[in-house]
């Protein structure tokens, strides 16, 4: 059959000498293959093949026809998927030893499909012990890995914790000659020493200023480092709020002015006197002031407010009886809501949640470490606060922050 068929493949090879060797090595191929023209007719089949679709001894073998004999299917949807750059598409069909697989590809230049048939893929049965085994196998891997895991988390925690304690006692480091430069500043800035020209004056005020910046860098990280190690205590004693502020105001209203930036106040009579701890709040408010102006250009205005507020938390401290509830009207304030408002750069809404984590800046180039935020965050918490921004880019910031007064409710004092 080899032979009768071959008649186009033999326009193709060189001789029919060449043919033969040709016919006895694909014979020798150990899988049914077939090869035909576009149209379907069987160029030529090896023995496996003429085996498989017991075509031996069928006189009938001249009409064959791919598509109609033996993949049933029609050539032109089979040429769209091979033309279309699949590379091999596979087929059903039937073969004297049962249901097989074709593997058809096209070869373009001839024109030309081939196809090799071989048994079709099983699905193997698997019983209840071999499943419950493969499970079994599966949980054991899973916990291997997880065990994996949590030993590199655990390592990895132990390296950041002890990177931690390294850089915070560095920076504890940098404290003391850090405020012996600023003491001498401040001594020369005096005068006492003698008197200064205008330029040396003013060289000394840029020199004092960034010495400022460095010591609320180290003073920033060594907050932080403090916060992460869990050392940092909180001191919660009756303090009054306004006095909190206006020490902020007094200490940034020379640099608002050399920056040419309006700073403005607005704080309500009724501000109460609560416990919190007195520094570390004063720090909340530097940070948040701090950022305000390094975000202001010239010609903009900042504003620090602070009023009573009533804050209602979701899960609030046991509801006040329902006749009390009737008499009052407005709720009394349980809280301080203190805000920053700027007229800067503003912030746009995918940042407004993230600023408030480690080191993130949205602005690479300004400068900062990205804690100040983080750092406020944590401090207002364990002052059972929140603080949150309201911000869009080119219309300014207005960072704000509340503080329970009514302590003793949550749970410390
Ligand atoms: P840093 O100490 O580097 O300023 P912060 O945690 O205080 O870090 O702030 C994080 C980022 O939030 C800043 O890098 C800045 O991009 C942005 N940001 C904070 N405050 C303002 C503001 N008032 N206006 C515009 N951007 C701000």
Partial sequence: MAGNKASSMETHATGSTLFGLMSSLLDAVDKPLLVSDRGGRVLFANLHAQDALSWKDDPDEARRNLFRDVLHVDSKGLFGQLEGGEQEVNLPVESAHGPARARIRWLP??????????????????????????????????????????????????????????????AHELKTPLAVMKGYYDLLLSGSLGHLAEKQREILQESKQSCDRLVRLVSTFLNYTALESGKLVLQFQDNDIRDCLNDVVVRWNEAFQRANVHFETQFDEQLPVFKFDYPKIQQCITNLVDNALKHTPKGGRVLLGAKPHFWERRVTPAAPPKEERRSTRRPHPNSVLISVADTGVGISAEYHQEIFEDFVRVDPSSSGMGLGLAITKRLIQAHHGKIWVDSEPGRGSSFKFLLPTKVEAYGYA
């Avoid at 230049?109 to 698997?126: H, M, N, R, T, Y």
């Fill in 109 to 170: 230049e001839p024109d030309w499909l081939v196809v090799f048939a071989e048994p079709a893929p099983v699905d193997v049965p698997i019983n209840q012990d071999q499943m419950r085994q493969t499970v079994n196998d599966l949980l054991q891997e899973r916990e291997i890995t997880y065990r994996n895991l949590l030993a590199a988390y655990l390592r990895l925690q132990e390296v950041n914790r002890q990177k931690t304690v390294f850089l915070g006692s560095a």
